[in-house]
């Protein structure tokens, strides 16, 4: 089982969880985080810190997020690994409130 970053993340890309994470298995994209499902050796440290809740088990996703788990294996070898924490974008916190938008994911 692996860790899934679902929508919520979207525009919001805190990178808190990066922090946490033992073997720095975050990729970064232009406007959210998917977690490499290879490297992911499913440790539970980031969940509790990602401010939006954002991140599940790949068993727990809600199934309207279920595309998720593909989303994150797929761009995860695309996206260059993220292994320090970065300021949030400065709207981060307005876009946290926002629902249905993964119309808006960049890849």
């Not at 033992?22 to 980031?46: A, Y």
């Not at 810190?49 to 991140?55: K, M, Q, S």
């Amino acid at each position: 089982m692996t860790y899934v970053i679902t929508e919520t993340c979207i525009k919001c890309k805190y990178t808190d969880c990066v922090d946490v994470c033992p073997v720095d298995c975050f990729r970064e994209g232009p406007n959210m985080l998917v977690i490499d499902p290879d490297e992911c050796i499913d440790c539970t440290l980031c969940v509790a810190e990602c401010p939006v809740e954002a991140i599940f088990a790949e068993d727990d996703v809600p199934a309207s997020q279920k595309n998720f788990i593909a989303i994150n294996a797929e761009l995860a070898k695309d996206w260059k690994p993220i292994v320090a924490r970065k300021p949030a974008p400065a709207d981060a916190d307005d876009w946290a409130k926002v629902k249905e938008k993964a119309h808006l994911l960049e890849k």
